[in-house]
């Protein structure tokens, strides 16, 4: 079981899109529609903001979507606020009821 | 609401037993979803640990499976994490959480520090 691969940071400007990559492979991201994304704040327990590959739980801005294609999935912030910038970590089931995560992505917000 | 509170020692000793308890308010553990501990290192990413489904089966990272143990008390509506023979490499936070297949709630999470 290995870790899904983020880049380590990403940055934009207030107002621009930013998208993080979370790669993986046919076991975990590429097998299931089980991607969810978490953003976490210093010394905060993470918040999801995307579950199911693209599906936002209530209260989760619409900035913040969600995609897939192969073993890659996305989450991509438009609009971007001074507020996003956070951690972000992607997570995918890796079948037999085992869970895997992403290295994690910190975004700066410019 | 549904809330999570993890409780236990935050300093453990090498080679010893590092023992966690999640108490869950709001939602009975019997009735459903996975339950289950994911922690992470001082400044590195999150590593998903364990986790146990309402009836009681139980499923391991396995890099760890050979040392834990997540075990419930339904009673006192709370579970339980046991690693063993912990290392310097052990320290983290710890958090317990209620996973679908994602993760909807997490506890506020505790320092677990393993050291003489």
């Known amino acids: 079981q290995s870790a899904l691969t983020q880049p380590r940071s990403v940055s934009g400007s207030p107002g621009q899109s930013v998208t993080i990559s979370c790669t993986g492979s046919?076991?975990?991201?590429?097998?299931?529609?089980?991607v969810s994304w978490y953003q976490q704040y210093p010394g905060k327990a993470p918040k999801l903001m995307i579950y199911?590959?693209?599906k936002r739980p209530s209260g989760v801005p619409d900035r913040f979507s969600g995609s897939k294609s192969g073993n890659t999935a996305s989450l991509t912030i438009s609009g971007l606020q001074a507020e996003d910038e956070a951690d972000y970590y992607c997570?995918?089931?890796?079948?037999?009821?085992?869970?895997?995560f992403g290295g994690g992505t910190k975004l700066t917000v410019l | 609401q549904v809330q999570l509170q993890e409780s236990g020692p935050g300093l453990v000793k090498p080679s010893e037993t590092l023992s966690l308890t999640c108490t869950v308010s709001?939602?009975?553990?019997?009735?459903?979803?996975?339950w289950g501990w994911i922690r992470q290192p001082p400044g590195k990413g999150l590593e998903w640990i364990g986790s146990?489904?309402?009836?009681?089966?139980?499923y391991y990272n396995p890099s760890l499976k050979s040392r834990v143990t997540i075990s419930v008390d339904r009673p006192k509506n709370q579970f339980s994490l046991r690693l063993s023979s912990v290392t310097a490499a052990d320290t983290a936070v710890y958090y317990c959480?209620?996973?679908?297949?994602?993760?909807?709630?997490w506890g506020q999470g505790t320092l677990v520090t393993v050291s003489s």
């Open positions: 959480a209620r996973l679908n297949y994602d993760i909807g709630y």
């Open positions: 709001g939602y009975s553990i019997s009735s459903g979803y996975y």
């Open positions: 146990m489904y309402h009836s009681g089966s139980t």
């Open positions: 046919s076991s975990d991201v590429g097998g299931y529609n089980y």
């Open positions: 199911d590959v693209s």
């Open positions: 997570c995918s089931y890796a079948g037999s009821y085992t869970w895997v």
